[in-house]
């Protein structure tokens, strides 16, 4: 994927430019919500129009953003679509289809799930910052649930790999089994397209419910700590908002890492094919 980086830089990095501050609001919420709080309690209306203001700004960045995605990962998908399918005219019907689908599912990470990636990763930056302020233990069992998150997944990216390797393949076999006429053949191939995906379902399955133990248990950790250790309504309430949506980023990195598994397969693959090979 670093090809098409760099091919389209331009382009991505004004994406990613109105990415990044969208995710800014939205890390600023939970603090903003909860300075509304106090100063509502102190008879003030400034945090209700602070709130107010950044509601306003993050939604019309969201908006431009979107409008700017669309457009821009279009151009690119219709450019490197047309460019793959005149260079590898050598090669099998069911091999150009499966790519050309694979391609799409390149170009749709970027437009779909990096500015989910992005928000997630600055929101647990930001998160972890604010929370460092706010309550120090609290921030100290949110670096303990990411550390054995990574670790979780980090043992099992392998395994994941191996098994989008067998899916891809049978995705490249797909259109010959079909043309084939030959039901036993059809049949042998979707058979093998389906343990492939119970095999990830499955791995997927296991990890996230692993994962969710750590995140419940960091909940009611936090809980009880930002009662003991915060003084004010609106921070308690900041805090604990914060570890909601620490855990949120935290259940949804780990599909992002195993898209990208998916998607580096799929990218090697793409390359020989761009380069002229089969």
Do not use: K
């Not at 382009?11 to 939970?30: H, K, M, N, Y």
């Not at 010959?176 to 030959?182: F, I, K, L, R």
Request: with cysteine; proline share 3%.
């Amino acid at each position: 994927m670093r090809p098409l980086l760099r091919r389209f830089a331009g382009r991505l990095s004004l994406t990613l430019a109105l990415v990044v501050l969208e995710a800014a609001g939205w890390i600023l919420f939970p603090l903003v919500i909860g300075r509304a709080i106090d100063s509502v309690l102190a008879n003030s209306a400034r945090g209700p129009y602070e709130l107010a203001i950044l509601g306003i700004v993050t939604m019309g960045i969201a908006v431009v953003r979107r409008l700017a995605d669309s457009r821009a990962y279009a151009g690119i998908y219709a450019a490197l679509g047309e460019e793959m399918a005149g260079i590898a005219e050598g090669t099998g019907t069911s091999t150009r289809t499966a790519r050309l689908g694979m391609l799409r599912e390149i170009v749709e990470f970027f437009e779909n799930s990096l500015p989910e990636l992005v928000n997630s990763v600055l929101g647990l930056g930001g998160i972890m910052l604010i929370v460092a302020t706010l309550n120090f233990p609290v921030f100290v069992g949110c670096l303990a649930a990411a550390a054995a998150t990574v670790a979780l997944y980090a043992l099992t990216g392998r395994l994941t790999t191996r098994y989008n390797r067998g899916l891809n393949d049978e995705h490249e076999r797909q259109v010959d089994a079909v043309d084939s006429g030959d039901p036993g053949r059809l049949g042998e191939h979707l058979r093998a397209m389906m343990r492939w995906n119970i095999r990830l379902s499955d791995l997927e399955a296991a990890n996230f419910g692993i994962n969710w133990v750590f995140m419940i248990a960091l909940l009611v950790f936090a809980v009880g700590a930002s009662v003991r250790e915060t003084a004010e309504y609106g921070a308690v309430f900041a805090v604990v908002m914060y570890v909601f949506q620490f855990m949120e980023s935290m259940m949804l990195l780990p599909f992002f890492y195993q898209e990208w598994l998916r998607l580096r397969e799929i990218s090697g693959r793409l390359a020989g094919a761009l380069a002229g090979g089969d």
